[in-house]
């Protein structure tokens, strides 16, 4: 799987993020599994709010961003769990893609919680994958109550690590996966061809 390659998206801008050290635990996975990964940190990206008048390539380092993902064979999102869906920053990403990003690639999902577990975030993140015809793998990992997941920069609880260490594996073993057909999501998504 040496031809595989891997890239994380991190949707939390926190400098302590949680979701950055998980994601951090998922390429590692990746990395023993054989693939190349790039991990990025949106931080270190100028994404103005999506503007659908704007093209993609006047729009800051949106055009690096959708050109980064085109290169990957899997794509794992990462988000933090705002007000029960996923981050404005991770969405305004993901606005800027299209079908050219995520059609028929694979993607692996992971959210990060301070409180309960962060199913809706993960289901939102499912919802939009499927609508650009994405193969998303059923594996996920979700990390609740994220202020005491964590020690120093460490997994407090093994199992945890192990679950966040098998979508790296997964998004190793998945990448080049045949994908379903599209979605009937897809059908109707106009929006998504990549400004």
Known sequence: MADVHVTAVCGSLRDASTTHIALERVLEAAERGGASTELIDLREYELPVFDADQDREDAGDAAELAASLRE?????????MYHGSYSS??????????FDEFRDTTVGLLAVSGGAFPVTALE???????????????????????????????????????????????????ATIEPDPDSFQGDQNIGAEGK
């Open 72 to 80: 990957a064979d899997t794509i794992i999102l990462g988000s933090p």
């Open 89 to 98: 920053p991770l969405k305004t990403a993901l606005d800027y893609c299209g």
């Open 124 to 174: 939102h993140m499912r919802s939009v994958c499927r609508a650009l015809n994405a193969w998303v793998i059923p594996h996920e990992a979700a990390i609740a109550n994220s202020h005491s997941a964590f020690e120093d920069g460490e997994f407090v609880d093994e199992k945890l690590e192990e679950r966040v260490a098998t979508l790296g594996r997964r998004a190793v073993q998945y």
